[in-house]
């Protein structure tokens, strides 16, 4: 395979894009978003799932217009505009802006996507696996992706599999201790891990396949969960099809120099930003 030059979407498709078109008039929080960025996804489909009102800002945070720098300062998306505060105020980094609506839903609509506060237990279960994706998962996947050496891309095939079998490992322990969190029981709903994960795990079905011929682990139940995961309508909303990750993505899979941040962090082994 060689690199095609195809350049990053700057506007969402399929059914993300209509839900762009849905949320196109002002409301006291502005998300500024891009169409391709899984740290944007995972707050958009938090928004979708808390209920709570927003409007959508497409932004090229390559590009970065002063706009953007103003509500972060590293000119990453994605970030809030708060606009009920007079001055208008910010809010930056996916986990944080994900904590902040939590605490807005708990007020406004009455949703979350936590277990309920009269199970701290259960709770702390579903932070060991956010902390599990954070720290683990997701540099595991930009490693895997801009490997460029065929060794490389084997051990980073693997590290990622093995990874993403430990968030399932999470998951069974949750299972087993407190009788499941998210989706990963059937009958349940939408949860915190599996919001903070499903852009990567989704990244990997098309861009990690095509790029990488990666193959998800298998598994009856792996397999049901991402069903329900890819179904769960606050998620399907924020996708795009998939041309758009795959032509995104090309830059990270050839490791064209100065992708972006995250990439330069990868490729220097610096933490992520
Ligand atoms: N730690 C940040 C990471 C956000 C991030 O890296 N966003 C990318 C898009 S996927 C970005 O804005 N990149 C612009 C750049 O690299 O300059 C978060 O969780 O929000």
Redesign the pocket.
Known sequence: MTDSGKVYHRSCTGPALQTVQQHAQEQDITLFA?CF???VQRVWAALEYLHIPYKDYEVD??QKPQELLNVSPK????ALMLNAFDPPRAL????VILDFLEDIAAKSTHRSLFPPSTDPYARALVRLQSDHISRTLVPAFYRYLQAQDPEAQISGGKEFHAVVQSLVELFERAEREVGGTGLWVEGGDLGWADVMVAPWIFRATNVLKHYRGFEMPRGAKFEAWLERLFEHPAFKKTCSDEELYLDSYERYAFNRPNT???ANAINSGRG??
Request: with cysteine; charged share 5%; aromatic share 10%.
């Open positions: 891009g960025c899984p740290f945070p390559y000119g990453l998306v994605p930056n980094e996916s986990t972006s941040q995250v992520l930003p």
